[in-house]
């Protein structure tokens, strides 16, 4: 396993281009199963989650082909069983099931189960199957989709921490080839979802009021291949925002959406942006909600900056039950954090000092990896597969912005 060798202090300066959206990457991939034509997706960042998605599609009896960030898949002939060592292995996976459903009215896919961040899962999903008038069964572990038809329905897919972003897109999809029209309410708006649709419609889907929380879809009886070009991943955005931040330097940031960051930036330029400190950083109350609310996948990094930040800072996770991994880490460097019921109560402005440390999911990484960006001395952030699964070549990019951070085999 590699870890990352962080000596801290530096402040990060210079320009940084983002990559393509993994969370927008992954349904769009599964959404060229819908057509027996070919697909073209550029902008594909290249991760070991889209890596892993490029695998499942082929398992699935697709071509494809990943290079230089172009995806090149044709499922002309696919069947609908994805494993569940493949499933098992990333959580995404799941959104191949709505695909599968609607080209072949046959889904069966092993249930992903939980993960470090909380149960996660799917109810919200095969509620928006059963709504089109597929029957689900489970059995085995693995869980099964079967229509003989599927028809428009009214599908609402909100639950105890709102809408679902897979759910919403995996309903869209398998609602493209249905029989009429089917309104998908209390829909997901995160940008990937609008993302997602472009790509549909692309492909001769009829989607309409993707981006508000109805989502309205007329199916057609066939898609046809699509090009189609990958929005810049507003998480990363995020993250290298908040790194020039944690480390007082002056960073511009190159290929991004402000506008899909307001509750982060509270800006809305488009095209490239530069962040640099203000005179002093003063404490923030931040709560996590589905978006144009503070997103749940920048919370982590956002808790390494404000352990910098003099004052009490109140962080309240409301998307995920259990996604405070970070914290007990955070504070091996010499934070001060509590947790209170969904709540982290950051002590800020206490100096923090390098120190080995362990990533426990994607974004908890990201987290250590800032806070070993800002602490004074070597910072060993181990187990980096779980940054290698959303962030692309983030050593790479940190060491152009002039931080010392080397990749290294764990000892
Ligand atoms: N939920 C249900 N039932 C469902 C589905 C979800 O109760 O059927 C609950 C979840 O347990 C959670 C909430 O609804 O409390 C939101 O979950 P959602 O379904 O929106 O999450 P997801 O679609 O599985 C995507 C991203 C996550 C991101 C969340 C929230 C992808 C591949 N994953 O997951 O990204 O945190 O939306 O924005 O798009 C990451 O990139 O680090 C990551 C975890």
Request: proline share 4%; with cysteine.
């Amino acid at each position: 396993m590699e870890s990352f060798l962080i000596k801290g202090g530096l402040p990060l300066r210079g320009e940084v281009t983002i990559s393509g959206s993994k969370n927008a990457a992954l349904p769009i991939m599964a959404a060229t199963l819908l057509t027996d034509e070919p697909c073209v997706i550029r902008g594909v960042p290249d991760l070991s989650d889209t890596q892993f998605m490029a695998l499942i599609l082929k398992s699935l009896g697709a071509e494809a082909k990943f290079e230089n960030g172009t995806l090149s898949v044709r499922a002309k002939k696919i069947h609908g069983h994805a494993d569940y060592e493949l499933v098992r292995k990333m959580r995404g996976s799941i959104c191949v099931a709505g695909p599968l459903l609607a080209r072949l009215h046959k889904a069966e896919i092993s249930l992903p189960g939980g993960c470090v961040i909380g149960a996660r899962p799917i109810n919200l999903h095969l509620k928006g199957f059963e709504s089109l008038g597929a029957k689900i069964e489970i059995a085995g572990g693995y869980v099964r989709a079967t229509a003989k038809k599927l028809t428009g329905c009214t599908a609402f897919l909100g639950g105890r921490a709102g809408s679902t972003v897979l759910g919403t897109a995996n309903v869209m999809m398998a609602a493209t080839l249905a029989d009429g029209q089917t309104v998908i309410e209390s829909a997901a708006c995160e940008p990937e979802v609008v993302d997602l649709a472009n790509f549909l419609n692309a492909m001769g889907a009829n989607i309409s009021g993707a981006g508000s929380p109805t989502i309205t879809i007329t199916g057609v009886a066939k898609l046809h291949g699509a090009e189609h070009q990958i929005i810049p991943d507003r998480i990363e955005t995020a993250t290298f925002a908040i790194a020039a931040a944690a480390t007082n330097g002056e960073v511009t940031i190159k290929n991004c959406r402000p506008d899909h960051l307001r509750a982060v930036l509270d800006k809305q330029r488009a095209g490239s942006m530069t962040i640099r400190r203000g005179k002093k950083l003063a404490a923030v109350d931040v709560t996590t909600l589905p978006y144009s609310g503070f997103p749940t996948d920048a919370q982590a990094q956002m808790m390494s900056l404000l352990t910098l930040v003099p004052g009490i800072s109140i962080i309240t996770e409301r998307i995920f039950e259990s996604r405070f991994m970070h914290v007990s880490e955070l504070a091996r460097l010499g934070a001060e954090i509590e947790i209170e019921g969904p709540s982290a109560i950051v002590k800020g402005g206490r100096p923090l000092n390098g120190a080995p440390v362990m990533a426990s999911d994607l974004r908890a990484s990201a987290a250590l990896v800032i806070a070993g960006l800002a602490a004074k001395g070597q910072t060993q952030v181990n187990r980096i597969y779980h940054l290698d699964r959303g962030y692309e070549k983030m050593d790479v990019k940190l060491r152009k912005l002039g931080a010392k951070i080397q990749r290294v085999e764990e000892k």
